[in-house]
């Protein structure tokens, strides 16, 4: 299937699921840290795998990178990427921090791990609406380092994942500290057809 050939009633619904998704892990995470977080709307894309090298830019950047792996009536990986400056931002922003730390600690890592967590809840509570699909995501696995090797996780499954990618660029702001990072919906080959085909697309 050619990504350019999605009708735009499909993409029209997965901007809903953006706008959704995002409007309520704003409101998570405002009631987390008890504080106004403004989300951005989101920008949906549907991608083919080999693009998203291109979205993390530099592969040599180190990142931090959140999986899930995604189960039940859709089966795939879930996988939110936050550059280094908005992860630090972000456990500031949680931590009632007025300065930035230059690392992550295990407490930060923890936090991020979390806010991921809640991130990828919305979004995938958000497209079970819409679609009428049962879906579960396992525990959140964490890691900082470069762009390319947190891409070769999804990468190597590859073959049995599919090579469509759904994402939505995600950007919230709590004061001055703005946070920006990619969520990437990974599906098997089988579960994109299942999405297209709950959402009436042929």
């Known amino acids: 299937m050619e990504v350019n050939n999605l009708n735009s009633t499909f993409l029209d619904i997965l901007k809903e699921l953006g706008n959704i998704g995002s409007g309520n892990a704003a409101t998570a995470l405002a009631s987390m840290i008890d504080k106004k977080v403004d989300m951005k709307v989101p920008q949906v894309k549907i991608l083919e795998f080999k693009e998203v090298g291109d979205i993390l830019g530099d592969s040599e950047t180190p990142v931090v990178g959140i ?5 039940d009536d859709i089966e795939g990986n879930i996988m939110f990427v936050l550059d280094i400056e908005s ?3 972000l456990t500031d922003m949680l931590f009632s921090r007025s300065s930035s730390k230059s690392e992550l600690d295990e407490m930060d890592m923890s936090a991020l791990s979390e806010v991921g967590n809640i991130l990828s809840a919305s979004y995938i509570n958000s ?4 679609t009428g699909l049962n879906l579960k995501i ?3 696995s964490i890691c900082i380092d470069m762009a390319a090797a947190i891409l070769s996780v999804p990468a190597v499954q590859f073959g049995h ?3 469509h990618v759904i994402l939505i660029e995600t950007q919230f702001e709590e004061g001055d500290k703005l946070i920006t990072g990619d969520f990437f919906l990974i599906p098997e080959i089988d579960s994109f057809q299942k999405i297209l085909s709950s959402l009436g697309v042929n």
């Open 127 to 130: 497209l079970s609406t819409l």
């Open 138 to 140: 396992s525990v959140p």
């Open 161 to 163: 994942f599919g090579d």
């Open 87 to 89: 992860a630090v931002n």
């Open 67 to 71: 999986y899930f792996e995604m189960t």
